[in-house]
């Protein structure tokens, strides 16, 4: 059975950084797909960016240049650096791995304050 441990949310300020990570453990395989997701209040859950097992990355244009992306293979885990924030990055973050089905991790609240 798939868990996953996530870290690194919070409060910040405008134009600050932080920098979320998210393991999963109890899969004897390493996920084809890992990435984020985020879900701000009244808004359907979007995707924020995800990361192939060979580095492949994509990066969706509301935060692209502010956002990166990167994953570690041999612990299962992806993490998220997130600069220049916005009050508009505020959502509940969601970590994901994909291997023929999506296994969601659990959210992290993110908030930015103005």
């Known amino acids: 059975m798939c868990s996953w441990q996530a870290s690194g949310g919070g409060l910040v300020q405008a134009g600050g950084s932080l920098r979320l990570s998210c393991a999963a453990s109890?899969?004897?395989?390493?996920?084809?797909?890992m990435g984020w997701y985020r879900q701000a209040p009244g808004k359907q859950r979007e995707l924020v960016a995800r990361?192939?097992?060979?580095?492949?990355?994509l990066v969706e244009d509301p935060v692209k240049g502010r956002f990166t992306i990167s994953r570690d293979n041999a612990k299962n885990t992806v993490y998220l650096q997130m600069n220049s924030l916005k009050p508009e990055d505020t959502a509940v973050y969601y970590c994901?791995?994909?291997?023929?089905?999506?296994?969601w991790g659990k959210g992290t609240q993110v908030t930015v304050s103005s």
């Open positions: 109890g899969t004897s395989f390493s996920f084809n797909y």
């Open positions: 990361i192939s097992s060979g580095g492949s990355f």
């Open positions: 994901y791995g994909f291997m023929a089905i999506q296994y």
